[in-house]
């Protein structure tokens, strides 16, 4: 049973910086697919950046790259099954919460961001406010 778990969300001034953790269980991430999203209030749900455990390839959405940037842990620090989003120069309308999904592919990066993916985790609330 795979479990995903999110974790350093909060509240944070516009211009701030938050790390969120998934950390994963009840799997071995190789060859799986890892994706953030986010759902903002009365928005849709959209997919912001993934990476592929079967080759390490990352993407980030146009919408907000060169501002987060995601990364996985590993075997030396042991935690090689916790990936990590690190959110910089947030913006009011970064608020939402945000969910971390697993794909048994780690072909599904980034079409998983669209199509969506198997397993998810609660979610962790981001806001961005002064």
């Known amino acids: ?4 778990v999110e974790s350093g969300g909060g509240l944070v001034q516009p211009g701030g910086s938050l790390r969120l953790s998934c950390a994963a269980s009840g799997v071995t991430l190789d060859h799986y697919a890892i994706g953030w999203f986010r759902q903002a209030p009365g928005k849709e749900r959209e997919g912001v950046s993934c990476i592929s455990f079967s080759d390490g390839r990352t993407y980030v959405a146009n919408s907000v790259k060169g ?3 995601i990364s996985r842990g590993n075997a030396r620090d ?3 099954n916790t990936v990590y989003l690190q959110m910089n120069g947030l913006k009011p ?5 945000y969910y971390c999904a697993a794909e048994p592919d780690g072909n599904n990066c980034p079409g998983g961001l669209s199509r969506g ?3 998810w985790g ?3 609330l981001v806001t961005v406010s002064s």
């Not at 309308?93 to 919460?97: I, K, P, Q, W």
Request: charged share 30%; aromatic share 4%.
């Open 1 to 4: 049973q795979v479990q995903l």
């Open 67 to 69: 501002r987060l940037a």
């Open 78 to 80: 042991n935690n090689k």
């Open 93 to 97: 309308e970064d608020t939402a919460v």
């Open 117 to 119: 993916m198997d397993y």
């Open 122 to 124: 609660k979610g962790t």
